[in-house]
Nanobody, 122 residues
């Protein structure tokens, strides 16, 4: 079992920045790839970014490339999402997830956090 707890969401103006954090716990949590997904009202949950267990590889959705950066700290077993140049369309609940690979596919992630709200005002 892996437990995931997100933090860092909030309200920010368009063009601003936020940093999300996700703390992972569980016996094998450091061996999992960690990813971020988001879900806006009335829309399906979508991939944002993911990073491999050792941080060697990362994937990003086209919509956030160049604006968001994912990183992890295996000493703390945590993953971070630095979000810059935020847009109104980034407004969503952001979820942390753990899986075996840093995949774009939601079905490959086994464990999920409860989510944290990010609201970008225009």
């Amino acid at each position: 079992q892996v437990q995931l707890v997100e933090s860092g969401g909030g309200l920010v103006q368009a063009g601003g920045s936020l940093r999300l954090a996700c703390a992972a716990s569980g016996r094998t949590s450091s061996t999992y790839a960690l990813g971020w997904f988001r879900q806006a009202p009335g829309k399906e949950r979508e991939f944002v970014a993911a990073i491999s267990w050792n941080g060697a590889s990362a994937n990003y959705a086209d919509s956030v490339k160049g604006r968001f950066t994912i990183s992890r700290d295996n000493a703390k077993i945590a993953v971070y999402l630095q979000m810059n140049s935020l847009k109104a369309e980034d407004t969503a609940v952001y979820y942390c997830a753990a899986g075996r690979t840093p995949s774009y596919e939601i079905s490959t992630y086994r464990y999920w956090g409860q989510g944290t709200q990010v609201t970008v005002s225009s």
